[in-house]
Protein backbone atom coordinates (compact mmCIF):
# COMPACT_ATOMS: atom_id res chain seq x y z
CA UNK A 1 0.00 0.00 0.00
CA UNK A 2 2.56 2.37 1.07
CA UNK A 3 6.67 2.38 -0.23
CA UNK A 4 8.80 5.03 0.85
CA UNK A 5 12.01 4.99 -0.65
CA UNK A 6 15.10 7.44 0.34
CA UNK A 7 13.13 9.67 1.84
CA UNK A 8 15.19 13.16 3.20
CA UNK A 9 13.47 16.16 5.24
CA UNK A 10 14.51 19.52 6.29
CA UNK A 11 13.23 22.02 8.48
CA UNK A 12 14.93 25.60 6.70
CA UNK A 13 18.37 24.81 6.53
CA UNK A 14 18.17 21.92 9.22
CA UNK A 15 18.12 18.46 7.97
CA UNK A 16 15.72 15.86 9.43
CA UNK A 17 15.05 12.79 7.85
CA UNK A 18 17.96 11.10 6.39
CA UNK A 19 17.57 8.00 3.20
CA UNK A 20 14.64 6.79 5.12
CA UNK A 21 12.71 3.51 3.44
CA UNK A 22 9.35 2.95 4.96
CA UNK A 23 6.88 0.59 3.91
CA UNK A 24 3.36 -0.61 4.99
CA UNK A 25 0.85 -3.22 3.81
CA UNK A 26 -2.89 -3.21 3.75
CA UNK A 27 -4.08 -5.58 6.49
CA UNK A 28 -1.06 -4.61 8.46
CA UNK A 29 0.10 -2.22 12.01
CA UNK A 30 3.39 -0.67 11.18
CA UNK A 31 4.92 0.91 14.36
CA UNK A 32 7.73 3.28 13.56
CA UNK A 33 9.63 3.45 17.04
CA UNK A 34 12.08 5.75 18.64
CA UNK A 35 12.82 8.41 21.44
CA UNK A 36 11.44 12.02 21.40
CA UNK A 37 13.24 13.69 18.53
CA UNK A 38 14.44 11.20 16.04
CA UNK A 39 11.44 12.40 13.53
CA UNK A 40 8.86 9.88 13.77
CA UNK A 41 6.35 12.83 13.67
CA UNK A 42 8.44 14.00 10.86
CA UNK A 43 8.43 11.62 8.90
CA UNK A 44 4.35 11.63 9.26
CA UNK A 45 3.83 15.03 8.16
CA UNK A 46 5.89 13.82 5.20
CA UNK A 47 3.99 10.79 4.20
CA UNK A 48 1.01 13.12 4.95
CA UNK A 49 2.12 16.02 2.93
CA UNK A 50 1.70 18.73 5.52
CA UNK A 51 5.46 19.17 5.37
CA UNK A 52 6.83 18.60 1.58
CA UNK A 53 9.76 16.54 1.42
CA UNK A 54 13.42 17.18 0.19
CA UNK A 55 14.03 14.26 -1.38
CA UNK A 56 13.31 10.48 -1.77
CA UNK A 57 9.91 9.31 -3.52
CA UNK A 58 6.50 7.82 -2.38
CA UNK A 59 4.32 5.54 -4.01
CA UNK A 60 0.44 4.15 -2.71
CA UNK A 61 -0.85 1.57 -4.35
CA UNK A 62 1.71 0.94 -6.71
CA UNK A 63 1.36 4.71 -8.02
CA UNK A 64 4.16 7.15 -7.37
CA UNK A 65 2.41 10.20 -5.86
CA UNK A 66 5.11 12.75 -6.35
CA UNK A 67 5.38 15.76 -3.73
CA UNK A 68 1.55 16.28 -3.78
CA UNK A 69 0.04 18.33 -0.70
CA UNK A 70 -1.83 17.11 2.23
CA UNK A 71 -5.23 17.70 0.29
CA UNK A 72 -4.67 15.98 -2.74
CA UNK A 73 -2.76 13.21 -0.72
CA UNK A 74 -6.10 12.69 1.69
CA UNK A 75 -8.47 12.49 -1.61
CA UNK A 76 -6.29 9.41 -2.40
CA UNK A 77 -6.99 7.75 0.94
CA UNK A 78 -4.27 9.13 3.16
CA UNK A 79 -5.61 10.14 6.60
CA UNK A 80 -3.44 11.32 9.71
CA UNK A 81 -4.63 11.78 13.39
CA UNK A 82 -1.96 13.80 14.57
CA UNK A 83 0.13 14.30 17.87
CA UNK A 84 -2.24 16.49 19.65
CA UNK A 85 -5.36 15.46 18.34
CA UNK A 86 -6.28 18.62 16.82
CA UNK A 87 -9.73 18.63 17.00
CA UNK A 88 -11.61 21.89 16.20
CA UNK A 89 -12.85 23.03 20.05
CA UNK A 90 -15.42 24.91 18.31
CA UNK A 91 -17.01 22.88 16.30
CA UNK A 92 -19.77 20.03 17.50
CA UNK A 93 -18.53 16.57 17.40
CA UNK A 94 -20.95 16.01 14.25
CA UNK A 95 -19.38 19.04 12.54
CA UNK A 96 -15.74 17.75 13.28
CA UNK A 97 -16.41 14.53 12.02
CA UNK A 98 -18.09 16.39 8.76
CA UNK A 99 -14.93 18.05 8.08
CA UNK A 100 -13.77 14.79 6.56
CA UNK A 101 -16.89 14.89 3.83
CA UNK A 102 -14.87 17.23 1.93
CA UNK A 103 -12.57 14.17 0.83
CA UNK A 104 -15.98 12.40 -0.56
CA UNK A 105 -18.61 12.64 -3.48
CA UNK A 106 -21.34 14.03 -2.25
CA UNK A 107 -23.75 10.96 -2.44
CA UNK A 108 -21.23 9.50 0.56
CA UNK A 109 -21.97 12.62 2.79
CA UNK A 110 -22.85 10.75 5.76
CA UNK A 111 -21.25 9.02 9.46
CA UNK A 112 -21.84 5.36 8.74
CA UNK A 113 -23.09 3.29 11.40
CA UNK A 114 -19.53 2.03 12.03
CA UNK A 115 -18.25 5.26 13.57
CA UNK A 116 -20.52 4.74 16.22
CA UNK A 117 -20.27 1.38 16.86
CA UNK A 118 -16.19 1.82 16.92
CA UNK A 119 -16.67 4.71 19.03
CA UNK A 120 -20.02 4.19 20.80
CA UNK A 121 -19.34 7.48 23.10
CA UNK A 122 -19.45 10.08 20.18
CA UNK A 123 -23.15 8.95 19.47
CA UNK A 124 -23.80 10.41 23.19
CA UNK A 125 -22.06 13.63 22.28
CA UNK A 126 -22.79 14.27 18.91
CA UNK A 127 -24.01 18.15 19.43
CA UNK A 128 -21.42 18.47 22.18
CA UNK A 129 -18.14 20.60 21.47
CA UNK A 130 -15.00 19.20 20.50
CA UNK A 131 -13.26 21.19 23.39
CA UNK A 132 -15.33 20.39 26.02
CA UNK A 133 -14.76 16.85 25.59
CA UNK A 134 -12.02 14.70 27.55
CA UNK A 135 -8.41 14.00 25.98
CA UNK A 136 -9.59 10.34 25.83
CA UNK A 137 -13.08 11.53 24.15
CA UNK A 138 -11.31 13.90 21.83
CA UNK A 139 -8.64 10.90 20.92
CA UNK A 140 -11.66 8.82 20.01
CA UNK A 141 -12.57 11.88 18.22
CA UNK A 142 -10.27 12.43 15.85
CA UNK A 143 -9.59 8.58 14.91
CA UNK A 144 -13.02 8.88 13.84
CA UNK A 145 -12.86 11.92 11.85
CA UNK A 146 -10.00 10.45 10.01
CA UNK A 147 -11.94 7.67 9.35
CA UNK A 148 -14.48 8.96 7.72
CA UNK A 149 -12.58 9.49 3.93
CA UNK A 150 -12.38 5.95 4.32
CA UNK A 151 -8.67 5.77 4.33
CA UNK A 152 -6.67 3.29 2.29
CA UNK A 153 -3.38 4.63 4.64
CA UNK A 154 -3.95 5.66 8.67
CA UNK A 155 -1.47 7.64 10.04
CA UNK A 156 -1.73 7.52 14.40
CA UNK A 157 0.93 9.93 15.74
CA UNK A 158 1.04 8.66 19.60
CA UNK A 159 -2.71 7.96 20.32
CA UNK A 160 -2.15 7.25 23.53
CA UNK A 161 -0.66 9.88 24.47
CA UNK A 162 -2.02 11.68 27.95
CA UNK A 163 -4.90 9.15 27.47
CA UNK A 164 -6.63 6.77 30.56
CA UNK A 165 -6.01 3.38 30.31
CA UNK A 166 -9.58 2.03 29.89
CA UNK A 167 -9.36 4.61 26.60
CA UNK A 168 -5.85 3.10 25.52
CA UNK A 169 -7.61 -0.23 25.41
CA UNK A 170 -10.07 0.76 23.33
CA UNK A 171 -8.28 2.15 21.08
CA UNK A 172 -5.85 -0.59 20.73
CA UNK A 173 -8.97 -2.38 19.77
CA UNK A 174 -10.12 -0.65 16.93
CA UNK A 175 -6.77 -0.44 15.16
CA UNK A 176 -6.84 -4.38 15.97
CA UNK A 177 -10.53 -4.27 14.30
CA UNK A 178 -9.18 -2.43 11.39
CA UNK A 179 -5.90 -4.31 10.85
CA UNK A 180 -7.96 -7.37 10.76
CA UNK A 181 -10.39 -5.75 7.51
CA UNK A 182 -7.68 -6.31 5.48
CA UNK A 183 -8.41 -3.01 3.44
CA UNK A 184 -6.59 -0.41 5.01
CA UNK A 185 -2.19 0.07 5.85
CA UNK A 186 -1.56 1.73 9.50
CA UNK A 187 1.38 3.22 10.03
CA UNK A 188 1.49 3.78 13.99
CA UNK A 189 4.27 6.41 15.64
CA UNK A 190 4.13 5.35 19.43
CA UNK A 191 6.91 5.65 22.42
CA UNK A 192 4.27 3.19 24.71
CA UNK A 193 6.34 0.23 24.34
CA UNK A 194 3.72 -2.28 25.26
CA UNK A 195 1.02 -0.85 23.44
CA UNK A 196 3.07 -1.09 19.88
CA UNK A 197 4.48 -4.32 20.41
CA UNK A 198 1.17 -6.04 21.17
CA UNK A 199 -0.60 -4.78 17.70
CA UNK A 200 2.81 -4.28 15.46
CA UNK A 201 3.21 -6.88 12.78
CA UNK A 202 6.51 -4.83 11.69
CA UNK A 203 8.59 -2.81 14.13
CA UNK A 204 10.64 -0.24 12.53
CA UNK A 205 13.29 1.46 14.91
CA UNK A 206 14.54 5.23 14.29
CA UNK A 207 17.31 7.18 15.55
CA UNK A 208 19.10 10.44 14.79
CA UNK A 209 16.50 10.67 11.62
CA UNK A 210 17.13 7.28 10.58
CA UNK A 211 15.59 3.86 10.00
CA UNK A 212 18.23 1.65 12.01
CA UNK A 213 16.02 -1.62 11.86
CA UNK A 214 13.14 -2.65 10.32
CA UNK A 215 11.62 -6.43 11.81
CA UNK A 216 8.68 -7.98 10.72
CA UNK A 217 7.59 -9.26 14.09
CA UNK A 218 7.42 -12.78 14.09
CA UNK A 219 11.54 -12.29 13.41
CA UNK A 220 12.36 -10.74 16.76
CA UNK A 221 11.37 -11.57 20.32
CA UNK A 222 9.88 -8.24 22.77
CA UNK A 223 12.62 -8.41 24.76
CA UNK A 224 15.51 -7.95 21.93
CA UNK A 225 12.45 -5.87 20.73
CA UNK A 226 12.70 -3.71 24.28
CA UNK A 227 15.99 -3.42 23.86
CA UNK A 228 16.43 -1.87 20.71
CA UNK A 229 13.90 0.32 21.81
CA UNK A 230 15.96 1.45 24.77
CA UNK A 231 19.15 2.06 22.54
CA UNK A 232 16.89 3.90 20.19
Given at each position: ???????????????????????????K???????????????L??????????????????????????????????????????????????????????????????????????????????????????????????????????????????P??????????????????????????????E???????????????M??????????????????????????
Amino acid sequence: MLEVKDLSLHYGGSQILYDVDISAEAGKVTCVMGTNGVGKTSLLKAICGTHPRSGGTMALDGEDVGKQPAHSLAHKGVAVVPQGRMIFPLLTVKENLETGFTCLPKSEHRIPDEIFDLFPILKDFMHRRGGDLSGGQQQQLAIARALIIKPKLLLLDEPTEGIQPNIIQQIGRVISLLRDRGDMAIVLVEQYFEFAYELADKLVFMERGRVTSTHDKADISKEDAAKVFRIA
